[in-house]
Each structure stands twice: as C-alpha cells, then as structure tokens.
C-alpha cells in the first residue's frame, strides 16, 4: 500500500522556538494532504488541508500565522508550529489520498514544547 | 456537515470473547465509513471500509463492520478478541473518497487475559 512518512517523530522544543515537520508521500503523488490535530486520550481533529502550489485551507479555529502549511511539491507538505508553547504540545499527523481513494496516514509527530 | 458519534468510550473484554464497538454518523449526503486502529504513539492503520455495494464489510484482523443506512450506523466487530487488540478504534467518515475525514471520538478496547 501507499507509504506517507513523518519527520521528526518526536521533538522537543523551549517555548517561543519555531518546529518544522515534514510529511512525506513515498511511492505516490498527493496534490492534497491533511494535517491533523490529537491531545492525548482525544480524537483527531482536522487542522487544515494542505494543497500543492497553492495555500492551505484552515478549519475553523485554527490560527493560520500560528501554523504555517506549505505544499512546495507533490510529495511533501509541511507544518511549521511558530513561537511554540507548552499548549501546542501535541500529536500531529498528516495524511495523504492515495490508491485505492482512501487516506494514509503518516506514522505521526509528538511535539512537546518545554 | 457531517459528525460522528462513537458511543463507548472504554471497551473492557476478556481474551477470546466477541467485541462490538459502535458507530453513529449524521449526514445529509451519502457517506463513505472508515474503521482505523491506532496504537500508543503511532498513526492509523485501516482495519476496513465502506465505500458502496455489499454493507457487510470485512476487513484485516479479523474484523467486520456493517453498514446500516436506515439506523445511520456502521458497528466494529470481532467474533474472538486477542490481546494483541488492546488499541484506539477510531471510526471515520467522509463525503468524497480520498477526501478529508472526520473522526470520532474513539473507543478504547481493552482486551484482558
């Protein structure tokens, strides 16, 4: 199946540094991934859709200058957390459409803002 | 838009004993279901999925799921859980395949010796 890649795993930061993580499709192209939100023991919560050559589409409630998308290529997308704080320690997942029309979804990024 | 409703938060089992964990979505457009599993620290693996034709869908790890329009329901079953199952079951739904997904709230199953 479709392979997406997540980097780093795990990260930790101090308060009011910025983090980059990179989503990857391995085996296939993606002109739209999804960037998802989990607190622990909580669900996933759809921050916003990535789109290749364009600018991302942000579900409400999302501060868009808080998290920077950019989809420069047709295998990667990334989200970079700017001025971390303790609160936006979390999980962050992407996901990607691939064959057969469903979703993969990368291994996931646990981000913990000291 | 659309929402999904997982009614059980923690399953207990014991080892061997059938497992239903249940599913409710609200839509008012057809939908497409999902069932994934996640485990400690990891992304979603699909266990299975409906997207048309037969309702009784059968998927990787010995778990089924039946499509029920009518009672707006897709239920997660296994006839004999294993160990191995202690994970997250999240369900999903979507209007538009490869499209974004929206997820419930996730049930934990807890399979005991």
């Known amino acids: 199946g479709a392979v997406v890649s997540q980097h780093p795993s795990w990260v930790i930061c101090k308060s009011g540094t910025s983090v980059k993580i990179e989503c990857r499709s391995l085996d296939f192209q993606a002109t739209t991934m999804f960037w998802y939100r989990q607190f622990p023991k909580q669900s996933l919560m759809l921050m916003a859709t990535s789109n290749e050559g364009s600018k991302a589409t942000y579900e409400q409630g999302v501060e868009k200058d808080k998290f920077l998308i950019n989809h420069a290529s047709l295998t990667l997308s990334t989200l970079t957390v700017t001025s971390a704080h303790p609160e936006d320690s979390s999980f962050y997942i992407c996901s990607a459409p691939g064959q057969p029309q469903e979703l993969f979804f990368g291994e996931g990024s646990r981000l913990t803002v000291l | 838009a659309q929402s999904v409703t997982q009614l059980d938060s923690q399953v207990p089992v014991f080892e061997e004993a059938p497992v239903e964990l249940r599913c409710n979505y609200s839509?008012?457009?057809?939908?497409?279901l999902f069932w994934y599993v996640q485990y400690p620290n990891q992304g979603l693996q699909l266990l299975l999925k409906y997207l048309s034709g037969s309702t009784l869908v059968k998927g990787i790890n010995g778990f089924e799921a039946e499509f029920n329009k009518s009672q707006t329901s897709f239920h997660l079953r296994k006839p004999s859980v294993h160990i191995s199952d202690t994970a997250e079951y999240f369900c999903?739904?979507?209007?538009?395949?490869?499209?974004?997904?929206?997820f419930g709230q996730g049930t934990e199953l807890s399979v005991k010796p």
């Open positions: 839509s008012s457009v057809s939908v497409y």
């Open positions: 999903a739904v979507t209007i538009n395949q490869g499209g974004k997904l929206i």
